[in-house]
């Protein structure tokens, strides 16, 4: 299995950690973005979702908790934060937050 990098981003769009955590995705293999909080905004641009270079993957109750519609190409779990962590830990890749 290749490692992932794997980013985990809650600030919202717009904001400098965002576009530096989006232009760090695009230096990479396999990315794996986790949207939680304010995160979750980055949704609302379609062009985040299309141009990903990797999975996304979104915070349910945030989601919920801002009103926040999530695509089919976006993947939301019964556990978010679970899922998190068992990626962190099974990879072995690198991990960023924003």
Do not use: W
């Not at 981003?9 to 695009?26: A, I, K, S």
């Not at 995160?39 to 979702?49: H, P, T």
């Not at 519609?69 to 830990?89: H, I, K, R, S, T």
């Amino acid at each position: 299995m290749a490692f992932r990098d794997i980013f985990l981003l809650t600030r919202p769009p717009g904001c400098e950690r965002t576009e530096l955590c989006l232009r760090l995705m695009e230096h990479c293999d396999h990315p794996v973005l986790y949207l939680a909080g304010d995160g979750v905004y980055n949704l609302l641009d379609e062009a985040l979702i299309i141009e990903s270079p990797g999975k996304v993957i979104a915070c349910k109750e945030d989601l919920e908790a801002r009103g926040v519609q999530a695509g089919e190409e976006v993947m939301v779990p019964e556990d978010f934060y679970q899922l998190l962590v068992e990626e962190m830990f099974a990879d072995g890749g690198r991990i960023y937050a924003f």
